[in-house]
């Protein structure tokens, strides 16, 4: 089926008929039945705020704390406020799933909220899960998440070894998180390694080690990004007792108030990524295209960036197909062409029925989308 609404109609419809007016309420309420997904998929909040305080979180400066809660939210009034939300596209082929963006998902108080949202989405909604986690996973937690997403897509961040302490003081040990790798490698998982943020002055004598580590442990591949930085960031740096003079001087301009302001590492991220290569991981430039990869399937920037997942290719659309999906979608498509991996679209309809459409050709056919506006 594409018709979208339709389907979504549906589904709620299965949904609602296990909640209570309350909940329902509840679910329509909350910001994931309102939020638009970020390039990197719909970001899941599986709690609110963070134990951890690592030295270069932004959780503060975006209004988080640093007591974890769980979310209130059960996991089938999640999957239902996302039916609700009028920009995500639910199925195997629907959009990605992220948690871990603004809480760590497997605290004490997370982790069993987190294999809810988990199981409640591979239930009912199948869409592609990834999660990001610094905490230690036991075989049996790697277990859990195979027999709910076979293809979920493991993260596990490790962006220093030596700093550690002054980095990330409340988190599990890197030792700890090579084992996580390990153990998700051994019940079948694809566990990547997440170097994110990349510390200027830190990473340059680190990654070699790291890479090697997370490779040895069975990690498949890394992703790599870089390290943004707000006035707070910068002073827990200094006051942590790291020479900031790198990133001072890869600072684009100073953040103003809250502001993050992304650190210039383009030629670290690319030595990074050679190096990744030569040791045989797969290196992904963003964080969707390792949930992309783990779920056996590819797009069509992965392959600009020569990522090959052996076998797979995106779906073929001719436009003429694609106009008729957009009419069961409401919308009409009056011009679309294809360049590289962006397909440009003028596109005639409201502005949410555009938006939801957008996302399903991003997410079927593996398309960066831009939407051209009319003159
Ligand atoms: S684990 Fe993630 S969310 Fe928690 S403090 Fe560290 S960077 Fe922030």
């Known amino acids: 089926m594409t018709n979208i609404l339709q389907l979504k109609k549906q589904l709620r419809k299965t949904i609602a008929s296990k909640l209570t007016s309350k909940e329902i309420r ?16 719909m970001t899941i909040h599986t709690g609110i705020g963070c134990s951890l305080r690592c030295t270069y979180c932004y959780i503060e400066d975006m209004g988080f704390n640093w007591i974890a809660k769980p979310y209130p939210l059960t996991g089938l009034q999640l999957v239902y406020a996302l039916l609700y939300n009028p920009y995500f596209v639910p199925g195997e ?12 998902p497997f605290l004490g108080v997370t982790r069993e909220k987190t294999f ?44 220093t070894i030596r700093y550690k302490d002054k980095l990330e ?36 004598e680190e990654y070699v080690e790291i890479l ?12 790599v990004g870089s390290l943004r930085v707000t006035n707070r960031i910068l002073d827990r740096l200094r006051k942590a007792g790291l020479d900031i003079g790198e990133i001072i001087r890869r600072l684009p301009r100073k953040p103003r108030g809250n502001e993050q302001v ?19 991981l ?13 779920h056996g399937r590819i797009c069509w920037k992965m392959i600009h960036h020569k990522i090959v997942v052996p076998g797979v290719e995106p779906p073929q659309i001719s436009i003429d197909e694609l106009k008729k999906i957009a009419e069961e979608n409401n ?27 957008s996302e399903y050709v991003k997410c079927r056919f593996g398309y960066c989308v831009k939407i051209l506006r009319s003159k």
């Open 93 to 104: 082929y629907g959009t990605l799933i992220a948690m871990g963006s603004v809480t760590e």
């Open 212 to 223: 090697e580590k997370a490779r040895d442990s069975g990690a498949v591949g890394v992703v």
């Open 26 to 41: 509840e679910a329509i309420r909350d910001h994931h039945a309102r939020r638009k997904p970020r390039p990197c998929g």
């Open 116 to 159: 809810e949202y988990i199981e409640a989405i591979a239930t009912y909604l199948k869409n592609p899960i990834q999660f990001s986690t610094k905490m230690y996973l036991t075989r049996r937690d790697a277990y859990r998440l195979k027999q709910l997403d076979p293809g979920i897509s493991p993260l596990i961040t490790i962006v």
């Open 262 to 280: 992304p650190i210039n590492t383009r030629d670290l991220k690319e030595e990074i990524i050679r190096y990744a290569r030569k040791i045989g």
């Open 282 to 294: 797969v290196a992904f430039p963003e964080a969707c295209m390792a949930n992309i990869y783990t």
């Open 331 to 357: 919308v009409v498509l009056k011009k679309a062409t294809r360049k590289k991996y962006f397909i440009k679209m003028l596109l005639e309809g409201d502005r949410i029925s555009k938006a939801l459409f």
């Open 169 to 204: 003081p409340l988190a599990p040990p890197p030792e700890k998180r090579f084992e996580t790798i390990k153990n998700l490698r051994s019940k079948g998982l694809k566990p990547i390694l997440f170097l994110r943020p990349i510390i200027p002055g830190i990473i340059e």
